[in-house]
């Protein structure tokens, strides 16, 4: 099991984070991994989502359709998604309010048959990266619609 961790801080309140964390109708307009989303930020529910294999370099995608495990308003949004013993996947983020605006934490635990088959060092090579493109994008997102 592998688990992908990435922290930042965005000068904005949890809820304007959760806020564009939440419209999964526009991560098509700023999200470099998680291409597409159809559904609701509504714990229970399924969600149609399309995002970058990051196995192939992220050139190919992947069609699935995941749950949304978590999703409690300006705290915290996490789905899962699963391929019977060839993968799982628990993807997330947590927004803590401090001084300035929103810590968040963004993270992806793996397992499966397929992780299985990574080496830390490539899952740090080839995943923590794009998890990191994925937070500065949420926030040039976030402050440009602040400032709109």
Do not use: C
């Amino acid at each position: 099991m592998h688990q992908i961790r990435t922290e930042t801080v965005i000068a904005a309140p949890p809820q304007a984070v959760w806020d564009v964390l939440a419209d999964f109708g526009r991560y098509g307009d700023w999200n470099p991994l998680n291409l597409q989303v159809r559904g609701r930020a509504e714990a229970g529910t399924r969600a149609a989502m399309v995002f970058r294999n990051l196995a192939t370099g992220g050139e190919a995608v992947v069609r699935q359709t995941v749950r949304i495990v978590a999703a409690e308003p300006g705290r915290e949004l996490a789905w899962s998604g699963h391929v019977p013993l060839i993968f799982a996947g628990r993807h997330g983020f947590l927004l803590t309010p401090q001084t300035g605006g929103t810590h968040v934490l963004h993270t992806e635990v793996l397992g499966g048959l397929l992780p299985a088959t990574w080496s830390k060092a490539r899952v740090a090579r080839d995943f923590t990266p794009a998890y990191e493109a994925v937070n500065r994008a949420l926030a040039a997102r976030v402050a440009a619609l602040a400032s709109a």
